[in-house]
């Protein structure tokens, strides 16, 4: 059971290049959240989904694609990288509240990926 | 605009004093998760409170839930050098909010 799991775990773009950071979990979460985390602003929710197939906005959604065509995978997308986006990137997953005996959507993070573009 | 504030932003302490950090609301939150970060590592759950003026203990650690549920705060008593790590609140609004985080260092 590796939890949730994210590659890659470094990267470094030029501006303007394109890349898609993958998120898998195995514990049959509904949810899952890509954020990213800078310096003295907290954990920013980029976009999240509901379930397989579906997604949604967070806060700081521009410059950001992402896709669930599977239950246990969320990608997030890069598709013209700007120095702005430099940042740890994690993923997250949970239950739907409620649901599997679990009265809380506790999030579980991924181990992160750092991202510098130049 | 960040929603979810926390103060303060770094706090060190000698270890064995207390800590604490406070997290505000500019709406009213249906519930508050309190999570942890180790240095170099990924944000662990701690607890999730749901109702107004809800108090939990963990430990050393408490934590609480303001009566209009726009608050939050947790406290650690007599720090250990195992406490190290910044420590987020979380909250559901008209969206899932972390707040900005408090480092905490704890000076053996």
């Known amino acids: 059971n590796a939890g949730v799991t994210q590659t890659p775990k470094f990267r470094v773009l030029k501006t303007g290049q394109s890349m898609t950071l993958l998120c898998a979990q195995d514990m049959n979460h509904e949810y899952m959240y890509w954020y990213r985390q800078d310096p003295g602003m907290g954990l920013r929710l980029i976009h999240y989904?509901?379930?397989?197939?579906?997604?949604a906005k967070g806060e700081v959604p521009d410059g950001y694609n992402v896709s669930r065509l599977k239950k246990q995978n969320f990608l997030l997308g890069l598709e013209s990288a700007a120095p702005s986006q430099t940042s740890v990137y994690f993923c997250a997953s949970s239950y739907l509240p409620g649901t599997s005996g679990n009265p809380y959507n506790e999030q579980f993070f991924g181990p992160g990926t750092r991202l510098t573009v130049l | 605009g960040q929603q979810v504030m926390q103060i303060p932003q770094y706090q060190h302490v000698q270890e064995g004093e207390d800590f604490t950090t406070y997290c505000n609301s500019s709406t009213t939150l249906s519930n508050i998760q309190w999570y942890k970060q180790r240095p170099g590592g990924h944000p662990v759950f701690l607890i999730q409170?749901?109702?107004?003026?809800e108090v939990k203990k963990q430990k050393r650690l408490t934590f609480q839930f303001g009566e209009a549920k726009k608050n939050s705060s947790l406290h650690i008593t007599a720090t250990q050098t195992t406490d190290v790590g910044t420590y987020f609140c979380a909250g559901t609004g008209n969206q899932f909010y972390f707040g900005t985080g408090t480092s905490l260092t704890v000076i053996p």
């Open positions: 989904s509901v379930g397989e197939g579906t997604t």
């Open positions: 409170l749901v109702k107004s003026g």
